[in-house]
């Protein structure tokens, strides 16, 4: 079973996900429950989570939308404080080496 890291719940087993609200830049974002997402989901539980109807998806799941940019949460490219630091962003010391890097 997969487990939502956030929650520590089982995911298809339907329960809502914990968390509601993402942040950015310390702004709350407010989370798009099931049922609300454009386009609409038919059933009464996600297909990939197993949120049920009004709940908050858990976090990874593939029918989850980005409440900034409303595409698709997993692949649109929107950051949140919750992510941490972005990887592509690589720390240089004065002299342009990468850290810990003689």
Avoid: N, Y
Avoid at 43 to 60: A, I, N, T
Avoid at 69 to 96: I, K, N, T, Y
């Amino acid at each position: 079973m997969a487990v939502c890291h956030w929650c520590d719940e089982e995911m298809p087993k339907g329960g809502s996900c914990s968390v509601a609200e993402l942040h950015r830049g310390g702004t709350s974002v407010a989370m798009i429950p099931f049922g609300d997402e454009r386009p609409r989901w038919s059933g009464e539980k996600c297909g990939d989570c197993g949120v049920r109807r009004g709940g908050f998806h858990h976090p990874g799941c593939d029918i989850q939308r980005c409440a900034v940019c409303r595409g698709q949460m997993l692949s649109c490219g929107c950051r949140f404080d919750e992510d941490g630091p972005d990887p592509d962003d690589v720390a240089f010391d004065h002299e342009g080496d990468l850290p810990g890097i003689a």
